[in-house]
T-cell receptor
Framework: GESVGLHLPTLSVQEGDNSIINCAYSNSASDYFIWYKQESGKGPQFIIDIRSNMDKRQGQRVTVLLNKTVKHLSLQIAATQPGDSAVYFCAECGSGYALNFGKGTSLLVTP | EPEVTQTPSHQVTQMGQEVILRCVPISNHLYFYWYRQILGQKVEFLVSFYNNEISEKSEIFDDQFSVERPDGSNFTLKIRSTKLEDSAMYFC?????????????FGNGTRLTVT
């Protein structure tokens, strides 16, 4: 069936470095993609979104890249800070109306 | 910044009992949702609600579940006759437009423990 998944379950980076979190999706009809951050004990927090008619979108310290050819989505975090430590989920919305979440990547920022 | 609020933060109930999870969505949002997350697993869609009716529901949302917007601010999820496998974090969310058009904003969840 259709799925959204993440390449790596955990990512460890040093403070100040850039982080890249990857996500693969299989539903070619997906046209809206969102990255969420989830800190321990909290709900998913919206970071950035992108539509399928775009291949790049930038926010504050974050950039989302979308490669529709290979069905790949990435989240880049510039100058990673300890407060960025969390689980990051990609989610897609396409053929149905429900948001489909990936399994999450745990980002650990070390000093 | 406006936020979605959920109560209680933790609910413990015995198997077979009914529970009601409560949510106050962001005030100008029109679409409301319930998702759940079993420990260590991904966030799963349960139901979406718009214009006072369910607009979509997943296979998980069977007859033991129901949702209601009893007044202009609250949005509730009722689980009748809870089962052990209902233990999970339940997240309420809301959005200005539908899920395919605007991001969902989530509350911090209610941790439901069924014993």
């Amino acid at each position: 069936g259709e799925s959204v998944g993440l390449h790596l379950p955990t990512l460890s980076v040093q403070e100040g470095d850039n982080s890249i979190i990857n996500c693969a999706y299989s539903n070619s009809a997906s046209d809206y993609f969102i990255w969420y951050k989830q800190e321990s004990g909290k709900g998913p927090q919206f970071i950035i979104d992108i539509r399928s008619n775009m291949d790049k979108r930038q926010g504050q310290r974050v950039t989302v890249l979308l490669n529709k050819t290979v069905k790949h989505l990435s989240l880049q975090i510039a100058a990673t800070q300890p407060g960025d430590s969390a689980v990051y989920f990609c989610a897609e919305c396409g053929s149905g109306y429900a948001l489909n979440f990936g399994k999450g990547t745990s980002l650990l920022v070390t000093p | 910044e406006p936020e979605v609020t959920q109560t209680p933060s933790h609910q413990v109930t015995q198997m077979g009992q009914e529970v009601i999870l409560r949510c106050v969505p962001i005030s100008n949002h029109l679409y409301f949702y319930w998702y759940r997350q079993i420990l260590g697993q991904k966030v799963e869609f349960l139901v979406s609600f718009y214009n006072n009716e369910i607009s979509e529901k997943s296979e998980i949302f069977d007859d033991q579940f129901s949702v209601e917007r009893p007044d202009g601010s609250n949005f509730t999820l009722k689980i009748r006759s809870t089962k052990l496998e209902d233990s999970a974090m339940y997240f309420c969310a809301s959005s200005e437009l539908g899920q395919a058009d605007s991001p969902l904003h989530f509350g911090n969840g209610t941790r439901l423990t069924v014993t």
